[in-house]
């Protein structure tokens, strides 16, 4: 049986798709209240805001809660193997009043309408990538940063970024982007200078607007968001990474 993914766009009008499972699809905004029910010892990340754990001794379970309003999805994961690490983007600290002033200047409005939130920053990582957590961090806040002081603050309170770990990456588990949870792939061989991995962190941020928050149809305008998101992707990196990527030969 065919499954489809229908979204009405006025009312009687819908707009559908037969359901693939490795393609992007469009779908409407709503409230997510999740509850999942899964083994104690491991380790869980979601969408939105976690609101309530509840252990169940006897049946060594527990059940976490989230809640998140305004998203066109929900995903979330669970791995036994996750390290998980908490930040906080600070944006009385995080954002200078420079770049502040900077931004207000190129788009032509007064500092006071770029102010930025403060945002809780969660990192589960495998274990082999812990090493790199403070890269994590800084292109995170990085993200944070740009993307909001140019097409306005992340509206929403938690952020979750996910390193896949092995026994997900062969199976297409990595580089792809959900309402305020998205995933990142780590290479064990990479030359630092390439900075392959800060743009994609920046890259799968970056769909958290386009086409999270701009709400395009992702299947039928692929531009609307990997375009626009890859544009706005290499301004970042020429702005913020240039410094550190590996010069032309001459």
């Known amino acids: 049986m065919k499954k489809q993914v229908c979204v009405e766009q006025k009312k009687g009008r819908w707009n559908c798709h037969q359901f693939h499972a490795t393609t992007e699809f469009y779908a409407d905004f709503g409230t997510y209240r999740v509850a999942l029910t899964v083994p104690s010892h491991y380790v ?10 509840q252990a169940h001794q006897g049946k060594k379970t527990t059940t976490y809660t989230y809640l998140q309003n305004d998203v066109h999805d929900f995903a979330w994961t669970a791995y036994p193997a996750f390290q998980r690490f908490v930040r906080t983007f600070k944006a009385d600290k995080d ?108 890259h799968e941020f970056g769909h958290q607007y386009f086409q999270g928050m701009l709400a395009s149809n992702e299947f039928e305008e692929a531009w609307l968001d990997e375009g626009v998101n890859t544009y706005t992707n290499i301004l970042l990196m020429t702005e913020m990474y240039s410094h550190l990527m590996i010069a032309p030969r001459q």
């Open 44 to 53: 869980v990340g979601a969408t939105g805001k976690r609101i309530q754990t």
């Open 95 to 202: 954002v200078t009043p420079q770049q502040t002033q900077a931004a207000a200047k190129l788009l032509g409005l007064p500092t006071s309408a770029l102010k930025l939130r403060d945002v809780q920053m969660i990192f589960l990582l495998p274990p082999e990538r812990v090493g790199q957590l403070e890269k994590y961090v800084k292109t995170t806040r990085d993200s944070l940063l740009f993307y909001g002081l140019r097409y306005g603050a992340y509206p929403y309170q938690t952020l979750t970024i996910v390193d896949v770990p092995w026994e997900g990456k062969h199976r297409g588990s990595s580089g792809m982007e959900y309402p305020t949870l998205f995933t990142v792939g780590g290479k064990w061989l990479s030359a630092p200078n390439t900075l392959s991995f800060e743009f994609t962190l920046i």
